[in-house]
């Protein structure tokens, strides 16, 4: 393999402090800055946003969501203002 192989809870650690989206088995979907991640992917959010069915259902200030609900967590692309 000439590609470095990456294991997912380093990339997961790396990306605290930036903005993800995490999506539950529920469907649920909650937006906000991951300010925590363990190996079981419990996450905590800081200036979470629920959404469901694709529209705004609540503002939290922080959520913590346990890993076992988890399908999967995508980490938002830094948005840089010229």
Known sequence: ????????????????NKPVIVRLKSELEYRGT??????????????????????????FGKV????NNVIFIKIQPDIKVI
């Open 64 to 67: 913590v969501i346990r890993g």
């Open 34 to 59: 991951m300010s925590n991640v363990d190996a079981y992917m419990n996450v905590i959010l800081t200036d979470a946003e629920e959404y469901d069915g694709g529209s705004l259902s609540a503002n």
């Open 1 to 16: 393999m000439s590609e470095k192989s990456r294991k997912p809870l380093n990339t997961l650690q790396k990306a605290i």
